[in-house]
T-cell receptor, first 111, second 112 residues
Framework: GIQVEQSPPDLILQEGANSTLRCNFS?????LQWFHQNPWGQLINLFYIPSGTKQNGRLSATTVATERYSLLYISSSQTTDSGVYFCAVDGWGSGYSTLTFGKGTMLLVSP | NAGVTQTPKFQVLKTGQSMTLQCAQDMNHNSMYWYRQDPGMGLRLIYY???????DKGEVPNGYNVSRLNKREFSLRLESAAPSQTSVYFC???????????FGNGTRLTVT
């Protein structure tokens, strides 16, 4: 099956800093999503982005499908951005769409 | 609009006991999923239901059964719980193939 690798595994930032999280995948994808798991365990969908660029407030994401990676940018980070960020993908030709998750990037934003 | 609702939030079982985790969505989604989350492992798919009346195995189906009761509800059953099934279980739904996935708040299960 498709492999998903996220980096870095952990990241510590001061409030106000910017960061870039990376997701590499091993095959062509027809579905890629980014999620945020907050410290209370809730999983929130941030972006559905199999290709191209999207922005939502301080967050933006870019997927370069031909080079098999996606980036999540967090600008002017806030303490509420803390948590784990997951990338999940589904490859072409895998049958019905079911997402494979990476192991996540744990982000801690300190005041 | 509650989204995806899971019950219970917490459960402790003894080895060999059975239980059913309930999940319901009010977004009129066709597809529903059960994932488990273990430390350092990310989320792994247990079972999914592409549409009402169909269910399929995911990556880690052993020890579980599912029922798609109707379009809204998708339950996960542990017939004989084992300590290896200690995990956080998430139900999710999506409207169609390749559309955003929405998660419930999870069930934390401990098997002693």
């Amino acid at each position: 099956g498709i492999q998903v690798e996220q980096s870095p595994p952990d990241l510590i930032l001061q409030e106000g800093a910017n960061s870039t999280l990376r997701c590499n995948f091993s095959d062509s994808v027809n579905n890629l999503q980014w999620f945020h798991q907050n410290p209370w365990g809730q999983l929130i969908n941030l972006f559905y982005i199999p290709s191209g660029t999207k922005q939502n407030g301080r967050l933006s994401a870019t997927t370069v499908a031909t080079e098999r990676y996606s980036l999540l940018y967090i600008s002017s980070s806030q303490t509420t951005d803390s948590g784990v960020y997951f990338c999940a993908v589904d490859g072409w030709g895998s049958g019905y769409s079911t997402l494979t998750f990476g192991k996540g990037t744990m982000l801690l934003v300190s005041p | 609009n509650a989204g995806v609702t899971q019950t219970p939030k917490f459960q402790v079982l003894k080895t060999g006991q059975s239980m059913t985790l309930q999940c319901a969505q009010d977004m009129n989604h066709n597809s529903m999923y059960w994932y488990r989350q273990d430390p350092g492992m990310g989320l792994r798919l247990i079972y999914y239901s592409a549409s009402e009346g169909t269910t399929d195995k995911g990556e880690v189906p052993n020890g579980y059964n599912v029922s798609r009761l109707n379009k809204r509800e998708f339950s996960l059953r542990l017939e004989s719980a084992a300590p290896s099934q200690t995990s956080v279980y998430f139900c999710a739904s999506s409207g169609a193939d390749n559309s955003p996935l929405h998660f419930g708040n999870g069930t934390r299960l401990t098997v002693t």
